[in-house]
């Protein structure tokens, strides 16, 4: 158990080494000189200032002690210099994540239990007109550009009905109170919540769906039903652990997904976080910002796949006890 | 050809060669695919033909701007932010899409049938090793990868498909390497291993027509996500420069929603069809290919 996991969080740190890597190749990979392109045209670009920078990279020195450096710099949470904001890029990421995990999150949230929910009740009658909705829902919802239902829902919650906020965050002018700034907060956070996890809920709905139906014509649920217990304790004490193993398999696979998506629904709703950094960084011409943002976001993705590997365990005692792999 | 076309589910010995024509049959049948396919036929059509009988350059101001559909002596769908003629728009603006969605499903197919093939026909180090390679690129969150290649290089069609391409292809390759390990261990390949046909050979021709199924239906689905990250990065404004796409229009006039909501509506409706018939075209091959399914 302390050995597969201890292998596991190996395992973790060179997948980070190696987007690290992948991060000084695409540097030098770029046409024209490593410095402009750290550079960018925002600021910066005077013979000194690109001088500090080869100096700073050490694009001076040999390319292997380059590779070293960066490698050491990074790992040392160091991700580089914005010339644009002339700040650290790690304090810059550091602002902007908190938001997108909270987006990400809650959307994750949203998608994994109304999606649990309604597959495992349409389990029980999957040919009815619920269960083919269910079907219908996983179609539409791949199909579905987020960016599109992110406007469509600004347009018809936030301007002709005016239910929710369609912008930012939190209020202009944030109320006082713990209380009422996290309603406040909960409040900006519908909408984006639902543009970025409607696809996901699709998503889950359907692999919850087909498990469940799986795992309730197995012998052991035969078993328990000719023991005599009633069809919510079938479905709710024996089943349902079994059928949330694929959905956990599918929502871990689906984070750089979800951080993809979040992405451009940040961009719809004017959402403060790494997205819009990113989309900004580009604009301004700010590399630096936007690889630190590559680097970090892969982290997160990695960090998800550990604790996806970790809900494994604490769902199935065989994962756990090391019996029957 | 018709009773060749589809192997009674018994006969069908852990996969006989899946025809050409009798998958297209196949779809045909299924009603999901059908609708798919009719959907798409409309859709290329309207971007083939669309242009040359409705030619209105979509660069062109074409009237004031923000004129609603129908308003006199406005363009059928009306005009967008800077007075450019909106159907004309919605009918060169697929090209792009339709085009980076198959050129990148295409490389990513390729990657992962190569990778995930060898994998599972070798097995040992070499399975491992290439699915580390593999575990790697499924951290990369596609579309800021994406946005990174595109800044440094050039954007243009050819790299937002390979942006897309060169990192949509994890799942290809798992798919194939299950199918591969699954196909290795029958009878009729270790004949052939037996009368020394050269490994290569034995992936190619022997065991690689048995894995399509699976393989064509995600490389289908992966035509349908291809679009949806081509039209994500023109909503961005980091398509290819001097093109119209679907994206690019609903990302231009997005501040404008709250005035001309048919600027925006429309090219995502346009999306959201097109991605919609190819994703029911991946259900229908998916219930076609797969006889376990269909029983269901």
Known sequence: MLLAGLRRLANAVVLIVAVVLLNFLLI???????????????????????????????????????????????????LGHSYYFDASVTSLIWQRLGPTLLLSGSAMLFALVLGTTLGVSAARRPNGAYGSGITVLSVVGFAM???????????????????????????????????????????????????????????????????????????????ARAKGAGPSTVTFKHAFRNAL???????????????????LVEIVFNWPGLGRLALDSILRRDTPVLLGILVVSSVVVIVANLLTDLAYRLIDPRIRTGVAR | MTDTMLPEPTTRSAGAPARQGSVFVALLRSPVGLVGLLMLATCLLATVLGPMLYPVDPMEIAGRPLLPPGAPDAPPLGTDEVGRDLLAGLLNGGRVTLLVGVAAAALSTFIGVVIGGLAGYLGGWIDSALMRFTEFFQVLPILLFAMVLVTLF????????FA??????????????????????LDYVRAARAIGI???????????????????????????????????????????????????????????????????????????????????IGDGLNDALNPKRRKR
């Open chain 1, 28 to 78: 030098h990979l770029a046409p024209g000189d490593p410095a402009v392109v750290l550079a960018g045209e925002a600021g910066g670009t005077s013979p000194e200032a690109l001088e500090a920078i080869r100096h700073a990279y050490g694009l001076d020195r040999p390319f292997m002690v380059q590779l070293l450096n960066y490698l050491g710099q990074v790992l040392q949470g160091d």
């Open chain 2, 164 to 185: 897309i391409g060169i990192v949509a292809w994890p799942g290809t390759a798992r798919i194939t390497r299950a199918e591969f390990m699954r196909i290795r261990t």
């Open chain 1, 145 to 223: 550009p987020a960016f599109w239902l992110g406007s469509l829902l600004v347009l018809l919650f936030g301007l002709r009905l005016g239910i929710f906020p369609t912008a930012g965050m939190e209020s202009v002018i944030p109320p006082t109170g713990f209380f009422a700034q996290m309603v406040d907060v909960g409040q900006h956070l519908v909408l984006p919540t639902i543009s970025l996890g409607l696809v996901y809920l699709a998503l889950y709905s359907r692999t919850a769906k087909a498990s469940m139906i799986d795992v309730l014509g197995s012998d052991y649920i035969r078993t």
């Open chain 2, 154 to 161: 050039q954007p243009s069609v050819g790299m937002l498909s």
């Open chain 2, 198 to 280: 050269p490994s290569l050979r034995i992936m190619v021709r022997l065991v690689l027509p048995n894995a399509l199924p699976p393989i064509i239906v995600i490389s289908t689905l992966i035509v349908g996500s291809a679009m949806l990250f081509e039209s994500g990065l023109s909503f961005l404004g980091l398509g290819a420069p001097g093109t119209v796409s679907w994206g690019t229009m609903l990302g231009d006039n997005r501040d404008k929603l709250a005035i001309a909501w048919w600027t925006v509506t429309l090219p995502g409706a346009a999306i959201f069809l097109a991605v919609l018939s190819i994703s029911l």
């Open chain 1, 245 to 263: 193993m694929p959905v956990v398999t599918v929502a871990g696979l689906q984070t750089g997904a979800l951080l993809s998506g979040a992405v």
